[in-house]
C-alpha cells in the first residue's frame, strides 16, 4: 500500500504559513492535495484565504489541535485513509501559537498511522522582522523552530543584510540541523524543500557532531530562554531495553525543557542502525539503515532544549553502553 506524503506546516502569529501553504500548492499543481487547517477560536478565518484548486480544506474549530488533538485528528486521519484515492499529498497547518510536537507524535508512534501516512517534514515559517521579539515573549515559538526540520525564513526583504545575518545566526543556535532557506511573500524553492527530506532516517543518520551551543534570549523584563544545543556521541552499543526508563525520565521529568532529541544509535547485535526520536511526552525507536561492515557503529544523538545540562544527559545515556559483540 502506498503512504500517504505528509507536511506539517508551522510557525508563529504573522510568519506567513498560509500565504506560503498557497504557493506550495500552486507549484504542486495539478497534484490534488488535502489541507487539514486549524484555528483556536469559533471562526477559523485562514480556511477561507486557502486558494482554489486545493482538493479540499477541512477545519478544526473546537479547539486547538496541537493542545488536545488525540481524538479530533485521529478521527480526521482514520476518514483519510478511507478517502486516499481522492488526494495525493497531505497538508496541516497548526494555529500560529501551538506547539506542533504532538502532532509529530501521533504520527510517528501510532502503527496504524505510520502505516498508511508518510510525515515526511515539519515546515517552520519564520518572519524574519519579528521572529527576535516572538523567542523573547514565547515558548511556543521556540518549540516551532526547534521541531523543525526545515525553516522557511520569511520576508528577508523586510530587514537589513545585518539584521538577517543575525536572525540566521539565531535560528542555527536554536536548531543547527535544519535547512533554512529565505523568501519574501511566502515564496520559497518548493522543489528543493521536498528533497530535503529531513526526518527521513537517512537524513537523521548524516547528522554531524556540533559544539555544544548555549544562546541566551532576554527581553529586558526578566523573562529569558536559555537555550541549549548539543551532540552527545556513543563510541559503543546501548542496552535500548535498560534504556527505556531513562528515556520515560526525560519526557516526563523534563518535558518542559527538552524540546527534540533526534539521532540514532547502535544496540548489541542489531544488523540496523536505532533512530531515536523525542516527539511530547514519548521517545519513538524506528529501524534505520543497515550497518555496513565499514561503519565504526558510532551512536549520535542531538539535543535542543531549554538550560540543558549536557553532563546530565551524558551520563544518564551512556550508563547504558555495553560490549559489543565480538563478530
Known sequence: MKRIPVHIVTGFLGAGKTTFLNHFIKERLPERIFVVENECGAINVDGALIMSGVEEVVELTAGCLCCDL?????????????????????????????????IIQVFLENPSVEKAFDLQQVLTLVDAGNIEDWLQEAEEALRQISVA????????????????????????????????????????????IMDTG????????????????FHQHDSGNGN???????????PQPLDLDLLQLDLNRIVHLYRDQVYRVKGFIAIPGYPNRVILQSARTSFIATDGTPW????????????????????????????????????
Open 149 to 192: 526540520d526545515v525553516l522557511l525564513l520569511n520576508k528577508v526583504d523586510s530587514v537589513s543584510a545585518e539584521r538577517l545575518q543575525s536572525v540566521a545566526s539565531l535560528l542555527y543556535g536554536v536548531n543547527p540541523q535544519a535547512r533554512v532557506f529565505q523568501g519574501s511573500e511566502g515564496k520559497f524553492p518548493v522543489i528543493d
Open 70 to 102: 488525540s481524538d479530533g485528528l485521529l478521527d480526521i486521519l482514520e476518514e483519510l485513509y478511507y478517502r486516499r484515492e481522492q488526494y495525493d499529498r497531505l497538508i496541516i497547518e497548526t494555529t500560529g501559537i501551538a506547539d506542533p510536537s504532538s
Open 198 to 213: 529531513t526526518i527521513k532516517p537517512e537524513s537523521v543518520e548524516s547528522i554531524v557532531n556540533i559544539p555544544e551551543h
Open 224 to 234: 529569558q530562554h536559555k537555550i541549549t544545543t548539543f551532540t552527545i556521541t556513543f
Open 292 to 327: 555496513t561492515s565499514d561503519d565504526d557503529r558510532v551512536g549520535k544523538l542531538v539535543f535542543i532544549g531549554r538550560n540543558l545540562k549536557k553532563p546530565v544527559f551524558e551520563k544518564m545515556f551512556k550508563r547504558h553502553m555495553v560490549e559489543a559483540p565480538a563478530e
